[in-house]
């Protein structure tokens, strides 16, 4: 049975839809097919970004930044913004049965000194790691209880 497909989109498909496509895909992989783009992509991935996932031994370093219209043609069941931009960009999809918007900071804004940068890339990471958790085990339920 093919796993329903989820799209992450926020503005740059830089930071913070990397994070929760790489966090999602941790939690809840074996069920959902977990993909990330962005209505202007930035065309890479923040280092940052990378660095603070790999502190919580999720490797997102083969991630790469893409076009929302990049998934136009395929079945996409849920699409989850977490930029306002993006929410307002987002188009519908085939096969669109679910919507969600749950904003978070964007951390490429963050200033300071490295160590200061990364500390909002850690809480940005811990705040989409909450909430996306928390979808995952919703999914889980749902699928459990469709056996």
């Not at 919580?56 to 990049?70: R, T, V």
Request: negative net charge; contains cysteine; proline residues 4%.
């Amino acid at each position: 049975m093919k796993k329903p497909a989820v799209l992450i989109l926020c503005t740059g498909n830089s930071c913070r839809s990397h994070l929760a496509e790489g966090l999602l895909r941790a939690a809840a992989g074996d069920i959902l097919e977990v993909h990330s783009a962005g209505s202007k992509p930035a065309g890479y991935v923040h280092p940052m970004a990378v660095e603070v996932m790999r502190e919580i031994g999720i490797d997102i370093s083969g991630h790469h930044s893409k076009h929302m219209d990049g998934f136009l043609d395929r079945e996409i069941e849920t699409v989850i913004t977490v930029c306002g931009n993006a929410d307002q960009a987002c188009p519908m999809y085939p096969g669109q049965l679910n919507r969600h918007h749950w904003g978070f900071d964007d951390p490429a804004h963050a200033t300071g000194t490295d160590e200061e940068k990364l500390a909002v890339f850690r809480r940005v990471r811990d705040e989409i790691r909450r909430v996306f958790t928390a979808y995952a085990e919703g999914r889980s339920d749902q699928s459990k209880s469709a056996r």
